[in-house]
């Protein structure tokens, strides 16, 4: 039965969503906003596990001295804890009510490795100074957002390249996918092998991979998200899934106050070992712009590559609203550093919500209330194994890779940059260095060939500095 309640909460969500005209509905988008929820919800406990080593505990220990360390025994990792949760449902409610896209956001794999392992613990910055930059790139990215220098990169992106995108996504997502169920393991030998499927993690994350896809084949709704939960609960008997003595669903979230806007400028400026001001200005700069860079690049790749694979696209061949997309993933990093976390950023596994038909912000607005619900709820986000999430990763990663259907191979001079960029993502475990060997490699081709004038200047630019942060790298 309808009730006056309910067509009063359609109408709501109906103005500020805009459902009809982005052909979808509540059932549909909230459904997408648990699906993306659920693949994504191992950050809340990934995340501080990768700053903890960065010295955000309570005895400031760094890398594997900070082993003991958790966010239930610890109040500085607590604090990390709470951190992502509210990074993650602040720029995911940022995404919804003003880009209305249905991406989350939340800390950046990767970038929080790049955190910890690069700016801490070999740079030589304390975790307040990383924080201050991180702060600091967010404000970077926001400036070269609303002087559209970054939406200038989006429409430079060929055709091709942006299917190749959408394709690199998928294998990257499905790596990681067959990775967390062990399907896929490290090998000295070949660098990767087979995992041990006797194992029970292995077993069951088959066992799922086979109930989605089955599920998806019947065109079940809500397919991936039926898949994690169904799988999450034959993981029971399985040992893989255990509930602990005394266990209790809900639980107060710790503190925020060891991490709450603690920067450390003044120390940040220090730390460069800069001798006058003109030489702390630039180092402090390049190390904003090496921060802004990854991200950058991941949410470009993100949003191009997830939004052509869901036709959310203009009559021009552009992504819908990723304009104000961007300015979301910006502010969101900002945002987060305050909170005491690395760069936010617009989410891969969105793609897990989009392929379940999630169109618009209300996706985005689900994903901001289960993060804000997991500050409570967070013993029950953690019984779900990376074995059951694993399998909707995988899928992702199918539906996604169709995209190489759209690229030219006839065309070699399309085909080879094509391929180097969906097949970077994964060998390389990185989106942007995918996008980067396609933008270093797209004009030198094009160029072979007398067809140089088809090749935007912004990417002759971004080829060059791509060129250059390599050669740097390799330094």
């Known amino acids: 039965m309808t009730t006056k309640s309910n067509v009063q909460d359609s109408g709501m969500l109906e103005r500020l969503f805009k459902l009809r005209e982005n052909k979808t509905n509540v059932k549909t988008e909230i459904l997408a906003g648990l699906t993306t929820f659920v693949t994504m919800a191992y950050i809340i406990f990934v995340n501080p596990s990768i700053l903890k080593m960065a010295g955000m505990n309570a005895a400031n220990a760094l890398g594997d001295g900070a082993a003991g360390f958790n966010a239930f025994n610890d109040p500085v990792v607590g604090a990390v804890m709470v951190a992502t949760c509210l990074a993650a449902a602040v720029g995911s409610l940022v ?4 880009a209305n896209c249905p991406y989350a956001q939340a800390p950046g794999m990767g970038l929080n490795a790049f955190f910890t392992f690069t700016v801490v613990l070999t740079m030589g910055f304390t975790w307040q100074q ?21 939406m200038a990169i989006v429409d430079a992106i060929p055709d091709s390249m942006k299917h190749a ?28 092998g087979f995992g041990n499927f006797a194992a029970p993690n292995t077993l069951l994350a088959v066992i799922g991979l086979f109930i989605t896809g089955i599920l998806l084949a019947r065109k079940v709704k809500g397919a991936m998200l039926i898949g994690i939960l169904a799988t999450t609960l034959i993981g029971i008997p399985l040992g893989v899934v255990a509930i602990p003595a005394g266990f209790s669903p809900f ?28 030489s702390t200005l630039i180092a ?26 869901a036709g959310m696209l203009d009559k021009n061949g552009k992504v819908i609203r990723i304009d104000k997309a961007l300015i ?47 500050l409570f709820i967070a013993p029950i986000a953690g019984l779900i194994p990376a074995a059951a999430t694993a399998p909707a990763l995988i899928i992702v990663g199918v539906m ?69 942060r390599f050669v740097t790298m390799a330094g």
Do not use: C
């Open 130 to 150: 990383g924080l201050a930059i991180v702060f600091l790139s967010g404000i970077f990215s926001i400036i070269i957002t609303v002087s559209k220098i970054r």
């Open 400 to 468: 996604m890779v169709g995209a190489v259907k759209e690229i030219d191979f006839e065309d070699f001079t399309e085909a080879l940059p094509a391929f180097l960029t969906l097949i970077i993502m994964p060998l390389s475990y990185g989106i942007a260095n995918g996008i980067a060997v396609g933008f270093i490699s797209y004009p030198i081709m094009k160029l072979s060939v007398g067809k140089g004038k088809e090749v935007h200047p912004i990417v002759y630019i971004l080829a060059v500095l791509f060129a250059l």
């Open 328 to 374: 979301s993933d910006s502010v969101a990093t900002s945002v987060g550093a305050v909170f005491g976390t690395s760069n936010t950023t617009t989410y891969v596994e969105s793609a897990a919500g989009v392929m379940e038909g999630g169109r618009t912000g209300l996706t985005a607005f689900v994903v901001a209330v289960m993060f804000i619900a997991s």
């Open 95 to 98: 995404m919804a009510l003003y």
């Open 284 to 309: 402090i700069i390049t190390l904003i712009i090496s921060f802004s860079f990854v991200d950058i690049f991941d949410t470009i790749g993100t949003l191009v590559g997830t939004g052509t694979k």
């Open 165 to 192: 995108v959408s394709a690199g996504i998928g294998l990257f997502i499905a790596f990681i996918g067959f990775q967390n169920a062990g399907i896929i393991i490290a090998n000295p030998a070949t660098v990767v």
């Open 251 to 278: 639980s107060a979230p710790p503190s925020l106050a060891p991490t709450f806007m603690h920067f450390d400028f003044a120390g940040l400026a220090k730390a460069t070992g800069a001798v006058d001001v003109w």
